[in-house]
């Protein structure tokens, strides 16, 4: 008999003595492998959905989550949102120690209970009960119970067997019930054979457990988790947003309700605005430029403020309303330039979609549910769209950058919806080039000007720099050419060319000691400008496959002149590299006796590899970074 | 004999000039010049300005009530940047315990040129929300309409609350540059506050006492007979007056090695150390450290 055998025998022998007591929560009886690499371990969930019809949704979750050490605490999820068309009829928890002695209760009225801020609306109606636990040791458990009912069926909760990096599963399971008149379906993502997880099916019920799964261990560009755990998400034809009931079962009849019920009537204009909007236009023809015009119109006299509530936070607010104060939420700006663009007989199309720089979120095109968290515009453009971002008072007209490219999101016609790619913005198109020229001094000092154009997502990574205070820009260059120490930078100019969606800086340069002296000799490295420094992580046994999210492409040429009474004494060779990750050549020639032409150019792809890829990808990085320091060495005559 | 003969007119000048930066600093008279300002004089380099701040903190007597703290606020905010759009949305908290704290927006408005000329957005009940940000706390915010480059939004608004311990903290200094702010305490001498001042920019201090006399009748119920009687009251009390002035604030911004901005912000905050009403003699309040641990301990909610 094992020490963990005894010691169940033991307490349940005396167990009985203490209400309080639950042997199961004891983290010690935790499977080993499952604590293994994790900072928490969920014990036993169970959610338990009830349809009862269309526009009601019951929901009863139990949680036993144990938390191994402080960095599991982030998972410890205390909070339950709710609003008026969600109520939370139950909640309450109570904390286990480590010996599975309850050490604490708390009811409904020790939850707090606050607005959802989520940072950046102005209002919400959206609110949240949370508990703000502080643990006095590690490991705890902590269980947690609620009840809660919605009107709201068009976003159905989603189940999922893992809930995050660092977390194992013991046991989890979800049992939904439901009416066979509301078109009940459901869609599995993620389903590896390595995880244990069983369905059952019977008339008007699913149900899945899931059992013992080790934790992901989160790596360096994994993908995102919501690609690696396995989980399952419901819908139903028949549903209900926020008190608005719809059906549909493909996008187009999902698209014609969103048009009919939440655009419709929200795009009149006073009459003012469109004798204005007619002046604005003029004689112009083409309607590119005409739309060109009126989106500038909207970006001078526009903000973003977001008021969500209740459909609001689904249909936008009158254009009428836009247009008299000057401000609106990304569906409120979107909605007031498909206005105003209607007024010039140029159609547009309500958009959306999911947004975030970091990845581009699909829309899950085989499960018709509303989706997404922003919106844009599309306007029909030969035999595509240009896209159009109203949120941003900065940007260039059709640029999307990278916070809405590159994914399949939801154009919403008059007729119907239908599910578009977003122009990607991949390797080439993301350019930044360099070229200019520098100096080195009998004092390894330099100076040097230098011009870089950026286009793509390099344009989006740096054309707000332009609007920083002289004292940011500084700071910016002095972070962006760090490994020259003492950097001066004796002149910056931008230039924001918004048509061709360029961003040009034009730089010049100089630091004291930018080369190493001794003996009369000058040794430096002879890319200045532009070192690649990213070094991927190093892992013994990489699990998770890997992503390169935004690929890019740098194309550099520098010449370069060494002083007056120097020779050159030995150059980096030629260097080239050819991988499925990219490409990158670099190398210096002389350019008669006291002057050098260096060129790089560097291909970063886009793309997603299995994990066996990842050391060779870090190998590549690391020879990039490696070539790019290479060293010139001269010396006195 | 010149001497004597330019002190009058002298003395004019500086009547002028003086009701003229004053009249600047009143809601409402906002003018074609303001609105024209491309960027701030001194700081090329603000999204916003402050251009004139004001607030007065004071207690209003009531008949048959009592005292009652009132704070007034009025701003002026020139938007250069769209990066100072940010201004043109602000949140106000205010206490809701037994007796509630209210806010009220005065006069709330955008001012824009077009073309040429002064045009005036004012702020409707749609741009105005309460947010119940917890059980204790509430805020009520704004957004003010048709915001633009160059756009002045202006705002005043009046807390009133019952609870004196409340006394509002003011910031004299801003992320953005602050061109004047002013700000007087109006204290009974029924109460002592201890004022503390922080950061490194101090206020010009002017302080001055005023007699107040409240006296007249007001209805009240009579206990006993349960009839509406007649009271006749008669206070006089000395309100001790105090004003801060600053003038051409830099913005303050927050840089490494700063743990907590706020500590190197120009600010002023009162305690209540003690109140004596006839009718409760004197009270103390929070003096020292072991009393103010006694009363976070006795808080159920303290750190909860």
Not at chain 1, 170 to 180: A, C, H, L, M, S
Not at chain 1, 632 to 637: M, N, P, T, W
Not at chain 2, 64 to 71: A, R
Not at chain 2, 72 to 82: A, L, N, P, T
């Amino acid at each position: 008999m094992d020490y963990k055998h005894l010691l169940l025998l033991c307490v349940s022998f005396f167990g009985f003595q203490a209400d309080a007591l639950k042997l199961e929560y004891a983290s010690m009886l935790i499977p080993a492998e499952l604590t293994e690499q994790a900072n928490a371990v969920v014990r036993f969930n169970e959610e338990n959905y009830t349809v009862k019809s269309q526009n009601f949704l019951s929901v009863k979750t139990f949680t036993a989550i144990t938390i191994l050490n402080e960095y599991g605490l982030r998972n410890l999820n205390t909070q339950r949102a709710y609003s008026p068309t969600t109520r939370i009829s139950r909640i309450e928890a109570k904390v286990y120690d480590k010996m599975g002695n309850q050490i604490r209760v708390f009811k409904k009225k020790d939850f707090k209970d606050v607005s959802l801020a989520d940072g950046f609306s102005v209002f919400s109606d959206d609110r949240v009960l949370y508990l703000n636990y502080t643990p006095i040791s590690y490991p705890f458990t902590m269980v947690m119970e609620c009840e809660y009912h919605t009107t709201n069926t068009a976003q159905m909760p989603r189940w999922t067997a893992l809930s995050g990096y660092f977390v194992s599963t013991q046991k989890d399971v979800v049992n939904i019930t439901y009416p066979d008149n509301v078109g009940f379906g459901y869609k599995e993502l993620n389903f590896d054979k390595k995880f244990d997880i069983v369905k059952q099916q019977s008339t008007g019920t699913l149900s899945y457990t899931a059992q013992n799964i080790a934790a992901l261990k989160g790596e360096e560009s994994s993908p995102e988790f919501y690609k690696m755990a396995p989980m399952v998400s419901f819908r139903l034809d028949k549903f209900s947003l926020e008190g608005v009931d719809g059906q549909a079962t493909t996008w187009q009849e999902f698209g014609k309700w969103y048009h009919d019920k939440l655009l419709t009537g929200t795009d009149e204009l006073p009459e003012a605005t469109k004798i204005k909007v007619r002046q604005l236009i003029g004689d112009e023809k083409d309607k590119v430029a005409i739309a060109r015009k009126i989106y500038q119109y909207v970006q001078d006299r526009t903000r973003y403020v977001s008021i969500q509530v209740g459909i609001g936070g689904y249909k936008p607010m009158k254009a009428a309303d836009v247009d008299r104060l000057g401000y609106g939420d990304c569906k409120a700006l979107s909605n007031y330039m498909r206005a105003l663009l209607a007024v010039a007989d140029i159609p547009s199309y309500f958009t959306l979609v999911y947004a975030g720089s970091n990845s581009r979120r699909n829309f899950l095109t085989d499960f018709v549910t509303p989706q997404g968290n922003h919106a844009i515009l599309a306007m029909p453009h030969e035999n595509g769209y240009i896209w159009l971002e109203c949120t941003n008072q900065m940007i260039p007209f059709g640029f999307q950058g990278m916070f809405t490219d590159g994914r399949e999101v939801l154009v919403i016609k008059p007729e119907g919806g239908e599910i578009v790619k977003t122009k990607n913005f991949i390797d080439k198109s993301n350019s930044r080039v360099l070229s200019g020229s520098y100096a080195i001094g009998a004092d390894s000092g330099i100076t040097g000007i230098v011009k870089a154009v950026s286009s793509g997502a390099r344009y989006d990574e740096i054309y707000e720099t332009e609007r920083l205070s002289p004292k940011d820009i500084e700071k910016y260059y002095k972070d962006d050419f760090q490994h020259i120490s003492s950097l001066k930078i004796d002149g910056i100019e931008f230039r924001n060319d918004k048509n061709n969606i360029e961003f040009i800086e034009n730089l010049k340069l100089s630091a004291p000691r930018y080369g190493s002296t001794s003996g009369g000799r000058i040794m430096f490295a002879v890319n200045a400008f532009n070192l690649f420094s990213d070094s991927p992580k190093r892992y013994r046994a990489r699990q998770n496959s890997f992503e390169v999210k935004r690929g890019f492409y740098e194309r550099d040429e520098i010449s370069i002149s060494i002083p007056d009474g120097f020779a050159i004494e030995a150059l980096p060779s030629d260097s080239s590299i050819k991988s499925k990750f990219g490409e990158y050549e670099a190398q210096v020639v002389r350019n008669g006796a006291n002057a050098l032409i260096y060129k790089r150019t560097l291909l970063m792809k886009d793309g997603a590899y299995p994990n066996s890829d990842y050391e060779e990808y870090r190998q590549f990085c690391e020879q990039v970074a490696k070539f790019d320091s290479a060293k010139a060495v001269i010396s006195k005559l | 004999m010149i001497k004597t003969y330019w002190l009058p007119i002298y003395a004019m000048c500086m009547l002028i000039v003086t009701q003229a930066s004053a009249q600047n600093f009143n809601p409402g008279k906002v003018t074609v010049e303001q609105l024209n300002q491309k960027q701030h004089p001194a700081d090329t380099s603000a999204a916003a300005a402050i251009l004139f701040k004001k607030g007065i903190t004071r207690f209003e007597y009531k008949p048959g009530e009592g005292f009652i703290m009132v704070t007034d606020c009025s701003q002026r905010i020139k938007i250069y940047k769209k990066e100072g759009y940010r201004l043109a949305n602000t949140s106000i908290p205010f206490y809701t315990g037994r007796d509630n704290e209210k806010v009220s927006i005065e006069d709330a408005c955008t001012y824009n040129l077009v073309d040429g000329k002064i045009e005036k957005t004012k702020l409707k009940r749609e741009g105005e929300f309460i947010e119940k940000t917890n059980k204790f706390w509430s805020r009520k915010k704004i957004t003010m309409p048709a915001v633009k480059e160059g756009s002045i939004v202006e705002y005043s608004y009046r807390i009133t609350s019952p609870y004196f311990q409340n006394f509002p903290d003011w910031t004299f200094q801003e992320t953005i540059p602050v061109d004047y702010v002013e700000y007087q305490t109006g204290i009974p001498e029924y109460m002592t506050y201890r004022p503390h001042m922080k950061g490194w920019i101090s206020p010009q201090v002017t302080s001055k006492s005023v007699r107040q006399k409240h006296s007249g009748k007001t209805r009240v119920k009579n206990v006993r007979t349960g009839n509406m009687e007649d009271d006749y009251y008669n206070i006089e009390f000395a309100e001790h007056i105090k004003s801060y002035v600053l003038h051409d604030v830099p913005a303050l911004t927050d840089e490494g090695y700063v743990n907590n901005i706020s500590n190197y912000t120009s600010s002023i905050s009162h305690e209540l150390a003690t109140t004596n009403f006839s009718d409760t003699g004197i009270k103390n309040y929070a003096s020292n450290w072991e009393s103010v641990a006694k009363t976070i301990y006795d808080n159920t909610d303290f750190g909860a």
